[in-house]
Each structure stands twice: as C-alpha cells, then as structure tokens.
C-alpha cells in the first residue's frame, strides 16, 4: 500500500470518528492500528496528522478534502447542540429539586436564624457554581452553533470594498515568464523545477532586504493556481491599518513552504493566505483562464499535498473559498 493510499485511509478513520459523536478519545495507536500499520510509521510518514487526532485542530479541512456531505455534518452538529440543551434543562430542573430537599431537611435541626443564615451562605456556593457550568454550556452551544454556519459554507471570504487608501501593498512575484516560455519550447521538467528554484530565491533575497529595514506585517500567497493574485491584494488592503508585503510563492509542497519562510526575521506577523475550491468544474475553469502556460505537472502537485497548517511556520495560516471570476 502506497503512502497517499495510506494516508486516505488514516484521514478516513479519523473523519468516521468524528461524524459518529463517539465520546472515546482518539489515539495515534488505536487510528493505526485501524489502518493497519505501527506507531513507529505513523509518527515517520503521517506526523502532520497527529494535531487532529489529539484534538489541537479541527477536522473541518479534512472533511472537506474527503468531499463528505456538508448536510451530514450540520445535522451531527445538530445533535450535538440538542444534547447540551437537554442537559441545561435537567441542570435547571435539579436546582429546584435541590432546593427544596435542602430546606425540609435543615429546618428540622436549625433554630430559624441559624437556618437563614446557613441556607444563604449554602446557597450562594451552589448558584455560583452552577452559574458557572450553565454559562460554559452555553460557550459551548454558541461555539457548535457557529462552527455548523462556517462548515456548510465551506470557508469565509475575503471582503471586497474599495482598497484603504492611507495603506500601501507592495507585491512580490517571481519572475516565472522565462521559465514558462522555456519549458513550452523544450518540455524540460526538470530544467523548468531548476528555473523556478532560482525565480523564487531571487525574490526570496528581495524580501530580506525589505524586512532589514524594520519590522512589518508579511503576506504569504500560497499560489495554487486557482484565482488572481493581484485581485487578492485588493481584497486584502480592505480597512487595512497598516502597510503588508504580500508575496506570490508557487510552492506546493509543506516541506518547501517552511524551508522558504525560515530566517525571515523582522516578518511580523507572518500569514499564509491559501485559496481553496471544492469544485472541481470551477478549478478547471479557473486554470484554463488564468493560467493557461503553467504546465500541467504543477496542478498534480497542489492536487496531491495537503493543505498547510500553523505547524508549518506561521502565525497565522487563513484558508479561503475560491469562486468563478475570482
């Protein structure tokens, strides 16, 4: 079994967990021993999906990478939020019965002002803590609710008012025109990989030099090939309250993407910006468009890779939906 195949059926154990509502806490051992392989290989070749198996990050990526039914999460998510509203209504009808009990018992053995005084102080402790759980349930039911909104459209969008004017983006892309003329001439794959490298690390150099100057807020555009860069920048300066270096990295794998961001010190924040489209029909469309002399090997390649996480190096990693046109 190849590795990719390997990794299909990890992600897939992982996503039926979560869509059963299974209360059993997942663990690396018990995910691979469902798929069939050792520990010791998990940890060497699926390590990147160790965060959403102890619950450090959501599985709405990998849903949505496993194509599963939008509906079926909103409905679980929906069962989920009528469990913890049962369970406030049984909280509240406790209390009541608490009370009660309390009272018949004590007046029994306390003279009426001892009583009072008792009764306060005891109940006084009680409603604090029971204010307490009741106001985390209810984090908890807005927090389902709000994830039910965000997974069934699928990723925000970036606003699109008119540009701040009092803010400046400065764009950074490599040089790719000569690569691209190259390697429709000669279908040189590995020369255009060679070409592109060198493209990169020239505005790699270019960035350093920017960022000596002081700190400032950087911008990485993880180029996929699905939609205008330069539309994204618009979008981005939207209310902006400061000035942002955005730059084009056509790099798909997660390995490349950490070995370009390490050393840019002065880069603060450092963002990833990823677009993302589960649609296939519009992502050909997209490409066909925009991006018609990229050769195709390079769409294999974003295709395959998983998208990147804050693991990878940044402060911030923002996954955005892609429509037609954009």
């Known amino acids: 079994m ?51 198996i102890n619950g450090q990050l959501r599985v709405d990526e990998l849903l949505l990478r496993e194509g599963v039914d939008t509906a079926k999460i909103i409905v679980e998510y929906q069962r989920l939020v009528r469990e913890l509203q049962a369970e406030i209504e049984n909280i509240r009808s406790s209390q009541a019965k608490d009370f009660k009990h309390f009272e018949s018992t004590v007046l029994t053995s306390l003279m009426n002002g001892d009583f009072l005084m008792h009764r306060a102080a005891q109940l006084t402790t009680a409603l604090k803590q029971k204010s307490l759980h009741n106001e985390i349930l209810k984090i908890k039911l807005l927090e389902r609710e709000v994830d039910a909104v965000l997974t069934e459209e699928s990723a925000p969008k970036i606003p699109e008012p008119a540009i701040h004017p009092l803010h400046t983006c400065e764009k950074l892309k490599p040089d790719m025109v000569g690569v691209i003329s190259k390697i429709s001439r000669d279908q040189d794959s590995e020369d255009y990989l060679k070409r592109k490298k060198q493209a990169i690390d020239a505005m790699r150099n270019k960035l350093l030099k920017i960022l000596r100057q002081g700190n400032i807020r950087v911008v990485i555009f993880q180029e996929r090939y699905l ?33 370009f961001v390490s050393g840019l010190v002065g880069a603060r924040p450092l963002e990833l910006f990823v677009p993302f489209c589960e649609s296939e029909a519009i992502i050909n469309a997209q490409r066909a ?38």
């Open 227 to 259: 939609c205008s860069f330069d539309k994204f920048c618009e979008r981005l300066m939207v209310g902006a309250l400061e000035s942002v270096v955005a730059v084009n990295l056509p790099l798909a794998f997660r390995q490349e993407l950490k070995v």
């Open 289 to 326: 468009f925009l991006f018609c002399q990229v050769p195709g090997f390079e769409f294999k390649d974003f295709n395959r890779e998983s998208l990147p996480t804050i693991y990878d190096g940044f402060d911030r990693v923002t996954v955005f939906k892609v429509a037609l046109g954009d």
């Open 2 to 52: 190849s590795v990719a195949e390997t990794e299909r059926k990890l992600v897939s154990v992982i996503c039926e967990h979560y869509l059963s509502g299974s209360p059993d806490k997942l663990t690396i051992v018990g995910v691979s021993k469902k798929v069939g392989i050792s520990r010791q290989a998990f940890h060497k070749n699926y390590i990147h999906l160790k965060p959403y």
